[in-house]
């Protein structure tokens, strides 16, 4: 139940039935509760405001990474457990996401040696538990100028070389929604909670709207988790009784170049003249550059990049590339995410802890924040543990999630997935496509390939080219997208990643849309108003 089509049912059942878990917040944190709860034998509802993902975790630097970071801040558990769900992450989920090489270059006169390096990445690999064949290796300054020429050189004595893994954030928590959706979850996307019901001063269920429809509808549970990320302590305002505990907004925005502007084969990690750290990753022809971290106090709904954050990474930029000539007009698109981090006095936005939280109000409202993209697995599993024990819930089991592979990767792991690639590619290449654009289409959805498939076999009667029109379909009939900005930002990522894409086909999109999911006229211009809203601040 996850296509457009199902929504009044998905909405009828969510008014009828007491669920023993909702979940309000449709982010890869409360996507994972959903999947570890569901996994479990609970039945769960979410509920999310806006589009699945739209909120932080389409808005992250799309690394499942291992901490390297804290491990500058000594918080060694955050590392030993990072990097031990990032493994996992990895293996649950091979199509959305991939082991990458990361340069960390040196300099005679950088916040760190080659010796205290050498000892850093070998802790981190230990700790990290990283596989051998990834494990950490020392660069001199000829190995590191030949993996990346553009590098400053002035000072550099060498480099560090270990793995991260990059991804998909807006993928990843599309993959363990539908995941759930497998284990019998409700979800919704576009379903705001307005309010609580009480009884006896405990919470029993959600006032939603529905803001396509307008529909109201009260969602009953025997447990509510608020998992809104930036949004919890809004969330909390509405609860009767709420504690103090405070989530923090910090803001950190990228950059993405043409790889003919920022010509980088090569991840890296650097020190920025300030002294903080920042990454430059290729990707899909183009290179991103983030991130920036400051205090941000507006609106989370829709952040996005200032002049003094551009000019913060334009700069950074050129003092690590000094032989580029990077302009603010080379840069193609841009996005800005708001990090839900705890409450710390007197700290700055870099130094605060990225640890997770769980709190519980009066009312029984559970509240779940800060964590990582990384860790959003085990972040799953210890509340809905808390969950079980507090309601005595007979029917759960042990969480499984570990050995779960999301939706599209079933079957396929690290070694195998190689070969999937290559085969299902062929079969894709019988439909009238390329090999290459199958084989992207095999290395995005994984094993649901068969169903994008589907929609190329069974004709095309947009002008869009083959592979877009079925990706197009599969998001409207397999993974709710309901807007244009679903599919060019959250379902593919084109926005951040093909501008000229998307401006060659928003409107033949935005008619396919309207088409299938029969927008009024109004809606058709608001939509429209939408993307290029979205587009504007992207670019501008
Ligand atoms: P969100 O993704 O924001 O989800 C909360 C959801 O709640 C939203 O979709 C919102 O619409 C919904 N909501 C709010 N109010 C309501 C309501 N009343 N009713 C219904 N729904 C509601 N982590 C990593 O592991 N790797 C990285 O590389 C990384 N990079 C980052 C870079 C940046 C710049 C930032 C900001 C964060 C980064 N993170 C990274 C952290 C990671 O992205 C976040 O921890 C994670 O995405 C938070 O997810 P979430 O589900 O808690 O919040």
Known sequence: MFSYKERSTILNTLNHYTFDVL???????????????????????????????????????????????????FELGLVAEVGREREIVYENAVHVTKPEWMLLPLYKEGTLGKFTTRAALTLYDRLARVRPEERRKMLNKKQTLQKVPILKEDGLIGAGYYVEYKTDDARLTMEVIKKAIEFKAVCINYARVTSFEYKKKKVVAANVRDEISG?????????????????????RKMDQVHNNKQVRH??????????????????IYFDTEDGRMVFAIPRDGKTYVGTTDTFYDDDPIQPVA?????????????????????????????WAGIRPLIFEKGKNPSEISRKDEIWSSPS???????GKLTGYRQMAETIVDVIIKKHKFKHAQKSNTKFLPLSGAKGLNSVNFHDYVANKAKEGEQLGITYQEAKQL??????????????????????????????????????????????????TGYLYFDMELVQ?????????????????????IFYQMQLEQFIDDATR
């Not at 990228?254 to 980088?264: A, Y």
């Open 504 to 524: 060659n086909y928003k409107e033949a999109v935005i008619e396919v849309m309207s088409t299938i999911i029969g927008y009024s006229e109004s809606e058709k």
């Open 250 to 267: 910090t803001k950190g925005i990228h950059l993405v170049f043409d790889q003919s502007k920022l010509p980088l084969e090569q991840a």
């Open 23 to 73: 979940v309000i917040g449709g982010g890869i944190t409360g996507a994972g509760i959903a999947l570890d709860a569901a996994s479990r034998g609970l039945s769960v509802a979410l509920v999310d405001m806006q589009d699945f993902a739209a909120g932080t975790s389409s808005r992250s630097t799309k690394l499942i990474h291992g901490g390297l970071r804290y491990l500058k801040q």
């Open 364 to 370: 029984g409202l559970l509240t779940i924040a800060g």
């Open 306 to 334: 200032s002049e003094e954050d551009v000019a913060y990474l334009l700069n950074a930029i050129r003092f690590i590339f000094p032989k580029l000539s990077i302009t603010e007009n080379d840069i193609e698109s841009s």
């Open 442 to 491: 095999v290395e995005k959805y994984g094993t649901n390939v068969v169903d994008v498939f589907h929609f190329i076999r069974n004709g095309n009667e947009s002008n869009l080219p083959k592979p877009l029109y079925a990706e197009l379909l599969y998001s409207i009939y397999y993974e709710m997208a309901m807007t244009p900005c679903d599919f060019f930002i959250r379902r």
């Open 215 to 235: 529909i109201h509808i009260t969602i009953h549970a025997h447990q509510i988790v608020n998992a809104t990320g930036p949004w919890v302590d809004d969330v």
